[in-house]
């Protein structure tokens, strides 16, 4: 697949579990995030071009050592824009793009970007 992003990707460096609002269940692991999107590892298949109102929980922010200057839990939309399976061919790789982010998540994620490049000085 052409690599078509535009914008740096961070790689976390613990997965960041993920969470479906519509229904309060686990999604999959952000594995890594730019500011218009992020990668989701999932064992199930996830809809290609579905919306998802999407979580990060702070408990699983501060586990993960990225929770600083982030006191709720990153709430947003988005909508996947890719689907394929991991070279581990349990897995699925879900490419995310964020749709209509509010100041203040925009100003979490920038915060959680900052984050994970300071934990890997």
Known sequence: MEERRI???WDLLLFLPAYD???????GYVADITESGFLVFSGE???LGREYRLEIRTSDLKEALLDAGIEHPLQF???TRWVDLDVKPAFHRTGFMFIELS????RNIHQLVKNVARNLK
């Open 21 to 27: 609002m519509s229904c309060n269940e686990f999604l």
């Open 77 to 79: 939309n988005a909508r």
């Open 45 to 47: 298949h996830i809809e």
């Open 7 to 9: 914008g740096h990707r």
């Open 103 to 106: 100041e203040q998540t925009k």
